[in-house]
């Protein structure tokens, strides 16, 4: 079975500056879909960025990139020139072939003024 | 589109009655997942649907939970009996699997039994 693991429950950045959220999964599967979402206190899921499997480019959307280290399961989110609006909970998502969508345990991020 | 709609958005039940979620998932879409949220297990999945047939109903906690998707537009999810630690947020969400886009959620319901 698939497994995602964010290994830090809270992470804390100055605000402008860069953070670094990390992910790892566990899977046999070698076609599949990572994304990150992002849940502000209002608990919307917010869809963050995404990544395919095949694609050994790293996907970008404005001031969040990954790191996706396929040979290592690792799928971390950088985010870039921090926001007070960044602050949430972050989780890290994997989507099987089947279609089966799990997440990780979640990263709350403070950002701090 | 409205985006996927949850009902009811708070539900207050005492312990031993049957709670009913719904979920309409965006029109189109042929995957529709339930999901349970708490502090200490995080986003756990329930059960999801692959047009409107149950695929994986391994995260039911037990017996007391059943999920239902009588056609493409509606989805339920019922517990009986409801205990105090079924208290928690549950979200709908749904996506087009040929294409595995994103997962679009419901706003949740927050499930409160005492």
């Known amino acids: 079975a698939q497994t995602v693991t964010q290994s830090q429950p809270e992470m804390s950045v100055q605000e402008a500056e860069t953070v670094t959220l990390s992910c790892t999964y566990d899977t046999s599967e070698s076609d599949y879909y990572l994304f990150w979402y992002k849940q502000p206190p209002s608990r919307q899921m917010i869809l963050v960025i995404r990544?395919?499997?095949?694609?050994?480019q790293n996907a970008t959307e404005n001031r969040f990139s990954v790191n996706f280290q396929k040979a290592a399961k690792s799928f971390s989110l950088k985010i870039s020139d921090s926001q007070l609006g960044d602050a949430a909970m972050y989780f890290c998502a994997y989507c099987s072939n089947t279609g089966k969508l799990i997440f990780g345990q979640g990263t709350t991020l403070q950002v701090k003024p | 589109d409205a985006g996927v709609i949850q009902s009811p958005r708070h539900e207050v039940t005492e312990m031993g009655q049957e709670v009913t979620l719904r979920c309409k998932p965006i029109s189109g879409h042929n995957s529709l997942f339930w999901y349970r949220q708490t502090m200490m297990r995080g986003l756990e999945l329930l059960i999801y649907?692959?047009?409107?047939?149950?695929?994986?109903d391994s995260g039911m906690p037990e017996d007391r939970f059943s999920a239902k998707m009588p056609n493409a537009s509606f989805s339920t999810l019922k517990i009986q009996p409801s205990e105090p630690r079924d208290s928690a947020v549950y979200f709908c969400a749904s996506s087009f699997q040929e294409t595995n886009t994103e997962a679009f959620f419901g706003q949740g319901t927050r499930l409160t039994v005492v």
């Open positions: 649907f692959n047009n409107n047939v149950p695929i994986d």
């Open positions: 990544q395919e499997a095949y694609k050994q």
